[in-house]
């Protein structure tokens, strides 16, 4: 009989604990988890998203204990592969995904990617504080990036060469600066690649004769300066004004992407980050939130 009790205590035991488990991985976000792996959520991609998505994370999680919010960066590129791979629940990306990527998702998984615009983002040129240079107009920048302009006395400036810094061809930023501003022409063999937009601005703090580019968020310590759409065009800096309203010649949004819908704490997340609360910390750090319909 005692060993018959012992044996009733034991299995019992198990049903608490399995009961238990089964309370503490819903404790997160409760209901059809897909999309996330249990009570974590993992965002890869953009380097240019990497300062806003760490600050949302902090904040939900400060807010939502016992979940934890993974923010890693690599580039857009990294982050769409890793969402075709299923590397990742939420891929977060500064370019729109590509036709030929939704298919190699959808061959992969048998869903629909689902694309979230969840901020805004001037892409802003950036030179040091020294250069008298106030403003340029996106065929002047072209002409820089591309080799045709060389020296900065050609642009209003002081006499002396033209440092070019960019990024990588795996970044978001990279490919919307190619095909907006260089019109999917070729950049310049000189211009220096580097990893990331807090390296761009870094190189350009140093640098007197140096210009660069990248997400408005980085700006700190080197001038962004005024942009004009054509010659002869009004010139308008890549402030909120601009940006929300779409005046920024090189305006953006900036995108999550999931596999299918997003569901369970993914789905929770995205929906904070898309709330009143979330948005707000979008010009915390430097960008820009969503125009409120």
């Not at 034991?10 to 819903?26: K, N, R, T």
């Not at 298919?103 to 504080?129: C, K, M, W």
């Amino acid at each position: 009989m005692m060993a018959n009790a012992r044996s009733w205590r034991v299995v019992a035991l198990g049903f608490l604990l399995i009961a238990g488990s089964s309370l503490l991985l819903m404790s997160c976000g409760g209901g059809d988890r897909r999309g996330t792996r249990g009570r974590t959520i993992t965002i890869k991609g953009s380097d240019t998203m990497v300062i806003l998505g760490q600050r949302w994370a902090e904040n939900y999680m400060r807010e939502h204990p016992g979940c934890v919010v993974q923010v890693t960066g690599g580039g857009s590129g990294v982050g769409i592969a890793a969402l075709i791979n299923g590397g990742t629940d939420i891929c977060a990306s500064s370019r729109p995904i590509k036709d030929k990527e939704k298919e190699q998702v959808r061959a992969r998984h048998g869903r629909e990617v689902t694309e979230i615009p969840v901020a805004l983002d001037g892409i802003a040129i950036f030179l040091n504080e020294a250069n008298p240079v106030e403003e340029l107009d996106l065929e002047q920048i072209e002409a820089v990036y591309r080799g045709r302009i060389t020296d900065w006395k050609d642009l209003g400036g002081q006499p002396g060469k033209i440092i070019c810094y960019g990024r990588e061809n795996n970044s978001g930023t990279y490919m919307y600066f190619k095909e907006h501003v260089l019109k999917n022409q070729d950049f310049a063999a000189e211009v220096q690649t580097l990893p990331g937009t807090a390296a761009v601005i870094n190189a350009v703090l140093k640098d007197k004769m140096a210009i660069g580019y990248g997400g408005i968020g980085y700006s700190k310590g080197v001038k962004a300066i005024k942009v004009a759409a054509r010659k002869g065009d009004k010139s308008v800096a890549p402030d909120m004004e601009h940006v929300v309203a779409g005046t920024y010649p090189i305006s953006r949004k900036l995108f999550f992407y999931t596999i299918g819908e997003p569901a369970g704490e993914a789905k929770a997340f995205i929906e904070w980050v898309l709330s009143e609360e979330g948005q707000k910390i979008c010009q915390e750090v430097g960008y820009y939130p969503l125009r409120r319909k």
